[in-house]
């Protein structure tokens, strides 16, 4: 106990100190149009006791808890089960969703914001659940999907079509010249180089104003249309509420935008899956579980690395080029490092490996934090403390198990004892 109580008033002088200058002192603009400096200590002692109670519980929960013991084969199973009846019923809201009661402007533009961040987990799920590649850059290739779109269609007039295979094909070559001068680093070395290279693409971006348009972005992107058939809110011949007879409506676009965010996001599933159950996706997890060994079975580690960078870029070039044309305007500050960092934060808050996990996280960080959008700046005070209490309560995410990717015989799973992404 007196362990305990040490730890705590150490964790509380540490708030403290973080709290007192972030919330403590704050400055107001004065009736005089001047800063006027406001101190706020009875907002900072409640963090320090909360600080201070919250961690006096989780060490006596632990201690009444003992040494975490493996989980058993039959829990495992009933977890397993209760995960293919999740995946159905999300897929199911997700198609409903525009049809269902109480559904509007809002609720849309928040979905298609929620499964913009699933595709883009899923495509680094690739690289760090799989691979085992820690990429902290991985909003480099958004920027590259979201530009190459933008440049393509505003100054050769392409199509959003054509553009969209092409984004992601160059976020792709991006990720093959990252890949090639960080073939020999690995965890943190790996980790700070990636995350170089996003800096390195948004300062371009920044800088080369001849093409980029600098600080001030890209304008005027086109829209996409369906099969040729444009969404205009007065309607008039050529447009999608004129062919199908519909009265015109500024929900056609969003939806139709829904729908094709949704798409983009199952087909990098089902690549995503399958790729995981071919040799490359195996080879992907060798890797991640020990490149020595690897090394000694006779895998191209090159190739592998490689392939799991490229395919990774390609997602994120595809989602970043829907995100130019769902916005019509796209500037360097969109790409920032807190990009990168939110979709790493869904990637392991999910669990690394599992695709449920990671649409659930996301679902949960991007659409249910804006519940609390009325708070302000506790805001992201709340993010974090659920961020904290999810990785104590869940070290290995929020799925943190999976079937096997190749069984024989009976199907079974694998033990957090013998893999290092957690429950198979």
Avoid at 140 to 160: D, K, N
Avoid at 225 to 234: D, I, K, R, Y
Avoid at 348 to 371: K, N, R, T
Wanted: aromatic share 10%; glycine share 12%.
């Amino acid at each position: 106990m007196p362990q305990a109580l040490k730890d705590a008033v150490l964790t509380a002088l540490v708030a403290f100190g973080l709290f007192a200058p972030m919330v403590g002192l704050r400055t107001d603009v004065g009736p005089s149009g001047a800063l006027v400096l406001r101190q706020r200590w009875g907002d900072v002692a409640i963090l320090v006791g909360l600080a201070f109670a919250g961690r006096l519980a989780l060490l006596a929960w632990r201690a009444a808890r003992g040494e975490p013991r493996p989980q058993s084969t039959a829990r495992a199973e009933a977890i397993r089960r209760a995960g293919r009846l999740v995946a159905p019923l999300l897929l199911a809201v997700a198609v409903l969703l525009p049809f269902m009661p109480g559904t509007g402007r809002y609720e849309l533009d928040l979905g298609i914001l929620v499964l913009t961040y699933v595709m883009l987990g899923w495509g680094l799920n690739i690289v760090v659940g799989l691979a085992g590649l820690l990429d902290l850059g991985y909003v480099a290739f958004y920027a590259v999907g979201a530009y190459s779109y933008a440049l393509l269609a505003t100054t050769f007039g392409l199509s959003f079509w054509v553009c969209l295979p092409l984004a992601g094909i160059l976020a792709a070559f991006w990720g093959i010249l990252l890949g090639f001068p960080v073939l020999r680093l690995r965890g943190d070395y790996l980790a700070i180089v990636t995350l170089a290279f996003g800096e390195i693409i948004r300062i371009v971006l920044l800088n080369w104003v001849s093409l980029t348009n600098g600080p001030n972005g890209v304008s005027g992107i086109p829209r996409p249309t369906f099969f040729g058939l444009t969404f205009s809110a007065g309607g008039g011949p050529g447009s999608f509420a004129d062919f199908f007879g519909l009265e015109p409506s500024p929900s056609h676009r969003v939806i139709f935008l829904y729908y094709l965010i949704l798409a983009l996001a199952l087909i990098t599933n089902v690549i995503s899956i399958r790729l995981r159950r071919q040799p490359l996706g195996r080879a992907w997890e060798a890797l991640r579980e020990d490149e020595i060994a690897c090394r000694a079975l006779g895998i191209n580690i090159t190739t592998t690395k490689l392939t799991a960078f490229a395919l990774g870029a390609m997602f994120a070039g595809i989602a970043g080029s829907f995100f130019a044309t769902r916005q019509g305007f796209i500037s360097p500050e969109s790409f920032t490092f807190i990009e990168s960092a939110i979709i790493l934060a869904i990637v392991v808050l999910g669990g690394m490996g599992s695709q449920i996990g990671i649409a659930i996280a996301a679902l949960v960080m991007i659409g249910g934090f804006e519940v609390f959008r009325d708070l302000d700046e506790w805001r992201m005070l709340v993010f974090g403390l659920v961020m904290v209490m999810i990785m104590v309560l869940r070290p290995r995410g929020l799925v943190g198990h999976r079937t096997p990717s190749v069984a024989l015989g009976e199907r079974r799973m694998i033990s957090a004892e013998h893999v290092a992404e957690g429950h198979g």
